[in-house]
């Protein structure tokens, strides 16, 4: 079976500059979730979305950070403008209820 | 914050020796789960275990989970090198399948 599948893997970018991360869950996983990893903050959850709907968007730092899932197989999270501080490896996971986290390899992000 | 706290931060044995590491959070849970993470790679799920089991194994991995003392533990026997990751434990609220990643212990198994 294929995994959680996110795009690009690296994206090296300007500051100010939009920045868009993809993610393709595992089919049939009802739930999906983005998660930032730095190494002052460790692993921090973004947003999660229940059946293509955002249920908490708590994680997420401030109105410049935005995330869709127009259907059950595609989210982005996208980042506008972006900044330095927002370099981070990003993660994408996707689960059933109560069942482990299927997660991504990652987008390693750096805003220069 | 549910976060879990992992202890300690990091670990370094020779291989063949057993590696444990430690996991605390604050409040009542669903379920416990622990993940490893290769570097540069995604986390991969290890073992979960419920809230009303004390013990589990998968081959050389064996998780305890102590609620009255809220916490738990993954103890990985006759390590190899392979084996050399950071190790998360994750808790979640229950009834919302939101998870609470703690900050990992690094582990390094010397060959």
């Known amino acids: 079976d294929a995994g959680v599948i996110q795009s690009p893997r690296h994206e090296v970018t300007e500051m100010g500059q939009e920045v868009t991360l993809r993610c393709k869950p595992i089919s049939g996983h009802d739930y999906l979730f983005w998660y930032r990893q730095t190494m002052m903050r460790g692993l921090e959850l973004l947003i999660y979305f229940n059946n293509n709907v955002p249920i908490d968007d708590s994680g997420m730092p401030e109105d410049r950070f935005s995330a869709k899932m127009p259907n059950a197989s595609f989210s982005t999270l996208k980042i506008q403008p972006s900044e330095p501080r927002d370099s981070a490896v990003y993660f994408c996971?996707?689960?059933?209820?109560?069942?482990?986290?299927?997660f991504g390899d990652g987008t390693r992000l750096s805003i220069l | 914050s549910q976060q879990g706290e992992e202890d300690p931060q990091a670990l370094s044995i020779q291989e063949g020796e057993n590696a444990t590491m430690n996991c605390s959070y604050k409040t009542s849970i669903n379920n416990l789960q622990w993940y490893r993470q290769n570097s540069g790679r995604g986390l991969v799920h290890l073992i979960l275990?419920?809230?009303?089991?004390r013990e589990k194994h998968s081959g050389r991995l064996r998780v305890t989970l102590d609620t009255s003392k809220k916490s738990s533990s993954l103890l990985i026997t006759a390590s190899r090198a392979a084996d050399t990751a950071s190790y998360f434990c994750?808790?979640?609220?229950?009834?919302?399948?939101?998870?609470?990643f703690g900050s990992g212990t690094k582990l390094n198994v010397k060959p």
């Open positions: 996971a996707s689960s059933l209820w109560d069942q482990p986290q299927h």
């Open positions: 994750a808790t979640d609220e229950y009834n919302f399948n939101k998870f609470y």
């Open positions: 275990i419920r809230s009303n089991e």
